[in-house]
């Protein structure tokens, strides 16, 4: 293969993924279809809020909220994810001035949040595992590792969508389909955050109350 072969394919390439999947004007159907994956997030979130309403005072004689959750350990785990918001805030407002290197370095505090968040919750559940609090030990705790749990992985994913995203930013820079992936994940980002409020309010502020 030539040198010019080479060339012709890494610009068929680099127009492959500059063009953008759809025929919409400035990103529009793109935003339109992230709000839809919200809006049915919102539903499997909801579901498992309502279940946890319903089964989170069934301790099956076993332990209840009281006997197991840490709530300085649970706040601070809060602090860790809202902080992140706040990172990814500044990451936005540094990719509309055009500086690269700044929203890539409030990307990586982003990042190094979001690890924080899911180290805390990964100590959280082998803590309450290791005591015997398993999911199978009553509907409270089959509810709340469940609804906890599928915060977590959304944020894992969310973590990895946003390495994902450096890495093309380091190589292709702000251009306009990095920057709206970068829209669509902040949109997703704080809607995690949100959701962690729920959770923090509802789950464990309520369930130390009872």
Not at 17 to 34: I, N, Q, R, V, W
Not at 96 to 108: D, S, Y
């Amino acid at each position: 293969m030539t040198t010019a072969d080479i060339s012709v394919r890494e610009d068929a390439e680099t127009v492959f993924y500059l063009k953008d999947e759809h025929d919409h004007p400035e990103g529009s159907s793109t935003a339109l279809g992230f709000w839809i994956y919200l809006m049915s997030d919102c539903l499997i979130f909801a579901v498992l809020f309502a279940i946890y309403g319903v089964l989170g005072a069934n301790y099956a004689a076993g332990p209840s909220p009281k006997d197991l959750f840490d709530l300085p350990l649970v706040a601070l785990n809060t602090t860790m994810l809202l902080l992140s918001s706040i990172t990814y805030g500044f990451a936005m407002l540094t990719m509309e001035k055009g500086r690269v290197a700044a929203t890539q370095a409030w990307l990586a505090v982003t990042g190094l949040f979001g690890l924080a968040f899911l180290s805390i919750e990964l100590y959280e559940f082998h803590h309450l595992i290791e005591i015997g609090a398993t999911p199978q030990r009553s509907a409270f705790l089959s509810a709340f590792f469940t609804l906890v749990g599928t915060h977590g992985l959304h944020v894992t994913f969310g973590t990895i969508w946003l390495v994902t995203l450096m890495v093309q930013v380091a190589k292709h820079g702000l251009i306009a389909a990095n920057r709206r992936r970068l829209m669509c994940l902040s949109m997703f980002w704080h809607f995690l955050d949100v959701v962690w409020i729920g959770v923090f309010t509802f789950v464990y502020l309520t369930g130390m109350l009872r």
